[in-house]
């Protein structure tokens, strides 16, 4: 799976917009970009993810950008709940029935009051 | 209702005991996970279950040993525990995308 390269942590006034960068600039052709977050003390959970269009649900946005070397998650109105980790991961679809993700550090995000 | 639930959320056991960490899931899906989420925070992928047969070890120790009794449960046995397997451990499962995790088992190694 493809490397990705997030800063380390960001903060973000409740009410504001999050937007959390991810560089992803061996990504291949076929390789998804996934978002998930980690809340304190919980298990990770998916928020996201696209191919090349822009996406979006009732959590987030993804932004990817032409060339699909990099990508942002807006969270649009960021509550302090939203304060986690959040991972960026790319990974092919899964082959054999196991998906293989990879975790690397993730963005540490403070939302602040 | 949990969908992936695990026990126990935490355990405390000393040095060459053996223990064991339960997972199930109510999602019905055929593929379940192990992962380790090490004091540095670094989430590793263990093992994987794909109706009840082993698909990924990822060279984890033999005194690690996944079993799968059916596809709604994965449980993980450790036998003659190390203190560097004190670490939290996620369960997670999923059928497509994307992995659904548990909260977690904190295991503490002393």
């Known amino acids: 799976d493809a490397k990705t390269t997030q800063p380390p942590s960001m903060d973000c006034a409740e009410g504001r917009a999050a937007n959390l960068p991810c560089n992803h600039s061996t990504i291949s052709g076929n390789e998804y970009v996934y978002w998930y977050r980690q809340i304190h003390s919980q298990g990770p959970q998916y928020i996201i993810h696209g191919l090349k269009n822009n996406e979006t649900n009732e959590m987030a946005s993804l932004i990817i950008t032409e060339d699909r070397k990099s990508s942002t998650l807006i969270l649009p109105h960021a509550t302090l709940r939203d304060t986690a980790v959040y991972y960026c991961?790319?990974?092919?679809?899964?082959?054999?029935?196991?998906?293989?993700?990879?975790f690397g550090k993730g963005t540490k995000l403070t939302v602040n009051p | 209702d949990t969908a992936v639930s695990q026990t126990p959320k935490y355990l405390v056991t000393q040095m060459g005991n053996d223990k064991s960490i339960k997972c199930e899931q109510n999602?019905?899906?055929?593929?379940m996970y192990w992962y380790k989420q090490d004091s540095k925070k670094f989430l590793k992928i263990m093992f994987s279950?794909?109706?009840?047969?082993?698909?990924i070890n990822e060279t984890v120790p033999n005194r690690f040993s996944p079993k799968s009794p059916d596809k709604a449960h994965l449980n993980l046995h450790i036998n003659s525990l190390e203190l560097g397997d004190s670490a939290v451990y996620f369960c997670a499962t999923h059928a497509g995308s994307p992995l659904h995790f548990g909260n977690g088992t904190r295991l503490t190694v002393t």
């Open positions: 991961i790319v990974r092919a679809p899964s082959q054999g029935g196991s998906e293989k993700l990879v």
């Open positions: 279950y794909n109706n009840k047969e082993l698909i």
């Open positions: 999602l019905g899906h055929d593929t």
